[in-house]
T-cell receptor, first 112, second 113 residues
Framework: GESVGLHLPTLSVQEGDNSIINCAYSNSASDYFIWYKQESGKGPQFIIDIRSNMDKRQGQRVTVLLNKTVKHLSLQIAATQPGDSAVYFCAERTGSARQLTFGSGTQLTVLP | KAGVTQTPRYLIKTRGQQVTLSCSPISGHRSVSWYQQTPGQGLQFLFEYFSETQRNKGNFPGRFSGRQFSNSRSEMNVSTLELGDSALYLC????????????FGPGTRLLVL
């Protein structure tokens, strides 16, 4: 059949504003989550991770929030910069195989 | 510390040919995972190697295979290439197990004509 491209959710923010990127994960048994950033033509770059025994974790300009009740993960980027423009993926670890499963990604565009 | 490296970066092949891609993990990392990334399917897990043994395998046909050497370097092979194999092939390494933080290489862009 015809291959249809993934329709990535998009988020546009003004430079200097805060960004919030959301991710719904699928398995309530997932115990570890990672956010990656992928710029055009590059491989995914690790941003921040969080384990299921935590609700919040902060890094440099980034914060990850985990809501296990609704199986929701979010990435907050403070003072968004042009260099933050990229596709952002969340990944969850689950199952006996303990491998990571990636979401489809969100395209973040930072407007001047 | 050097990151994950992948060679070649770009490759053009024709249908029916085979291809071998190489990945060198971060020094000290023993787990190497391979992913296929396409606009249509996103990031899909191919397989994971640890200490020269395949530990996990994704849902790909047997044309996709891999191996890992004693120095943790890994190769993946795709035989009898199909047009649909055109993709970015990403390698990721982690310290011990694939479920821990994985660090990705830049990928090999494969185009099958």
């Amino acid at each position: 059949g015809e291959s249809v491209g993934l329709h990535l959710p998009t988020l546009s923010v003004q430079e200097g504003d805060n960004s919030i990127i959301n991710c719904a994960y699928s398995n309530s048994a997932s115990d570890y989550f990672i956010w990656y950033k992928q710029e055009s033509g590059k491989g995914p770059q690790f941003i921040i991770d969080i384990r299921s025994n935590m609700d919040k974790r902060q890094g440099q300009r980034v914060t990850v929030l985990l809501n296990k009740t609704v199986k929701h993960l979010s990435l907050q980027i403070a003072a968004t910069q042009p260099g933050d423009s990229a596709v952002y993926f969340c990944a969850e670890r689950t199952g006996s195989a303990r491998q990571l499963t990636f979401g489809s990604g969100t395209q973040l565009t930072v407007l001047p | 510390k050097a990151g994950v490296t992948q060679t070649p970066r770009y490759l053009i092949k024709t249908r029916g040919q085979q291809v071998t891609l190489s990945c060198s993990p971060i020094s000290g990392h023993r787990s190497v995972s391979w992913y296929q990334q396409t606009p249509g399917q996103g990031l899909q897990f191919l397989f994971e190697y640890f200490s020269e043994t395949q530990r996990n395998k994704g849902n790909f046909p047997g044309r996709f295979s891999g191996r890992q050497f004693s120095n943790s370097r890994s190769e993946m092979n795709v035989s009898t290439l199909e047009l649909g194999d055109s993709a970015l092939y990403l390698c990721a390494s982690s310290l011990a197990v694939a479920g821990e933080t994985q660090y990705f290489g830049p990928g090999t862009r494969l185009l099958v004509l």
